[in-house]
């Protein structure tokens, strides 16, 4: 079974950042393709960036493009979001995803079958 701990949620002023980190006990990390997504209160959960298996295979939502970067360390077992340029409209719990058969690509669509996290929060506000 996967476990994640995730970290790095807090209230953030606007245009302010944050990084959030999510450790996956996970028997081969590499293998799974990572992603974040957010759920804003009175919202569906959506997609915000994921990294596939390969170093190159990154993908964001067009709302955080160019402000929000995810990274992964096979080595740890991490995967990590800095958020830059924060604004009021990015407060959202942030969940981290695991999936061990779909692409990176893919989970910009779902559906999703794999692991979620527990969730950390995100506030944008003054």
């Known amino acids: 079974q996967v476990q994640f701990v995730e970290s790095g949620g807090d209230l953030v002023q606007p245009g302010g950042s944050l990084r959030l980190s999510c450790a996956a006990s996970i028997g081969d990390f590499s293998t799974y393709a990572m992603g974040w997504f957010r759920q804003a209160p009175g919202k569906e959960r959506e997609f915000v960036a994921s990294?596939?298996?390969?170093?190159?295979?990154?993908h964001y939502a067009d709302s955080v493009k160019g402000r929000f970067t995810i990274s992964r360390d096979n080595a740890k077992s991490t995967v990590a979001l800095q958020l830059s340029s924060l604004k009021p409209e990015d407060t959202a719990d942030y969940y981290c995803?695991?999936?061990?058969?779909?692409?990176?690509?893919?989970?910009?669509?779902?559906?999703?079958?794999?692991?979620w996290g527990q969730g950390t929060q995100v506030t944008v506000s003054s």
């Open positions: 990294f596939g298996r390969g170093p190159r295979d990154i």
């Open positions: 995803y695991a999936d061990r058969v779909m692409t990176a690509l893919a989970l910009k669509r779902g559906p999703y079958s794999g692991s």
